[in-house]
Nanobody, 121 residues
Framework: QVRLVESGGGLVQPGGSLRLSCAASGSIFRINAMGWYRQAPGKERELVATIGSGGNTNYADSVKGRFTISRDNPKNTVYLQMNSLKPEDTAVYYC???????????????WGPGTQVTVSS
C-alpha cells in the first residue's frame, strides 16, 4: 500500500513564502514523475508544477518565476517552494506521484489528501 502525505500549508500574507513537502511511503519500487496540483473553491484542479525522475521540471505559467519544485529521491519526497504568494494562489494543494509498486505491473497515479494554502492579509 502506498501513502502520500503533504505538509507545510497554512495562512500567509501576500508577498510571503511557504514550503510544501510531500513524502511517499509504502511498497514503492520506483517513482517516475512527481508533482503538485491545486484546486480553488469553485474551480477545477489544475497543474502547478511537475518534476521527472531525472529532475526535469514543468510549471504553470501563473507560477513561473515564483514557485520552485524539487525532489529528494532517496527520501521519496517532493517539495514546492512558493515565493511572492498572491491571493489567487489560495487553494488546496495536492501532491501527485506516478509510481510503480512491488505488486504492480504498470505505474499508476497516487494522490495525497491535500493541504490548504491561504494567502490573505
Amino acid at each position: 500500500q502506498v501513502r502520500l502525505v503533504e505538509s507545510g500549508g497554512g495562512l500567509v500574507q501576500p508577498g510571503g513564502s511557504l514550503r510544501l513537502s510531500c513524502a511517499a511511503s509504502g511498497s514503492i519500487f520506483r517513482i517516475n514523475a512527481m508533482g503538485w496540483y491545486r484546486q480553488a473553491p469553485g474551480k477545477e484542479r489544475e497543474l502547478v508544477a511537475t518534476i521527472g525522475s531525472g529532475g526535469n521540471t514543468n510549471y504553470a505559467d501563473s507560477v513561473k518565476g515564483r514557485f520552485t519544485i524539487s525532489r529528494d529521491n532517496p527520501k521519496n519526497t517532493v517539495y514546492l517552494q512558493m515565493n511572492s504568494l498572491k491571493p489567487e494562489d489560495t487553494a488546496v494543494y495536492y501532491c501527485n506521484a506516478d509510481l510503480l509498486t512491488y505488486r504492480s505491473l504498470w505505474p499508476d497515479a497516487y494522490w495525497g489528501p491535500g493541504t490548504q494554502v491561504t494567502v490573505s492579509s
